[in-house]
């Protein structure tokens, strides 16, 4: 069975993490079928809205670092077209994706299954959530335009503390800050994501898109995205990166 599933129902286009066992954590093949969910929705009028969701307790573990350990060598190579790689290139599709994009999101969301969830124009949660960026603990800096997103909506001080101090949000304190939309229980996550959808079907499809494109500028993100994969693929190479890893690979 895939590592995405992709279900259509009336105008709803749902990606769903399937990778329980390892909490979701991200692989280049579950990036490109991400990526790849998101342009056919974008080529396809009949798709109207997308849910972002999960399979099992936890929304996403970040990168899965087994998966990542083997491209490392790409990510130091200065030759290597960057831009080409799984990870940027899902990251280039949620940036300029144009119709409107729902997380659901329940448990653990670490690094960026949290950085993906600024990009989705509506977030329903679970009160489970534990929201967590172990970026700069890892001798790294955050990506998928956090720097510029995170700031932007909650303020510089809160989040340059939530990157910096290891702290972990919850799901009340993420609806205070405005990063989610709705907090409700595990069992009615799916229910409340389908009714924002369903909200979302009744409205023009090119009254949303052009609200949406109003409210964003995709081209200042993406050169912050590749900026900040620009230093973080130095990072890489910094004593603390290489101690988190080996620490990680020898469990």
Aim: proline share 4%; hydrophobic share 45%.
């Amino acid at each position: 069975m895939s590592d995405i599933l992709s279900h259509l129902d009336n105008g709803v286009l749902t990606l769903t993490l399937n990778r329980p066992a390892k909490k979701n954590a991200l692989t280049k093949a579950m990036y490109c079928a991400l990526t790849e969910g998101l342009a056919r929705a974008s080529a396809d009028e009949d798709v109207r809205v997308v849910v972002i969701s999960a399979d099992g307790a936890d929304f996403c573990a970040g990168n899965d670092i087994d998966d990542f350990a083997q491209d490392l060598p790409l990510f130091q190579d200065d030759n290597v077209d960057h831009d080409d790689m799984p990870v940027f290139r899902f990251l280039k599709a949620i940036t300029f994706f144009d119709k409107p994009l729902i997380a659901a999101v329940q448990g653990q969301a670490v690094g960026v299954g949290v950085t993906l969830l600024l990009h989705c124009d509506l977030v329903v949660a679970a009160e489970d959530i534990r929201l967590s960026l172990p970026f700069l603990k890892l001798g790294l800096v955050p990506e998928a335009g956090s720097t510029l997103l995170l700031p932007e909506r909650i303020g510089h001080q809160r989040a340059f503390a939530w990157m910096a101090l290891g702290e972990v949000i919850g799901a009340e304190e993420a609806r205070q800050l405005g990063l989610v939309n709705t907090v409700t229980t595990r069992e009615g996550l799916d229910e409340a994501a389908r009714a924002m959808a369903h909200k979302l079907l009744k409205l023009s499809p090119s009254s949303l898109r052009h609200t949406k494109g109003f409210m964003r500028d995709p081209e200042k993100l993406w050169q912050v995205i590749r900026a900040e994969g620009a230093v973080f693929r130095r990072q890489l190479t910094s004593p603390e990166a290489q101690a988190a890893f080996l620490a990680f690979l020898a469990r």
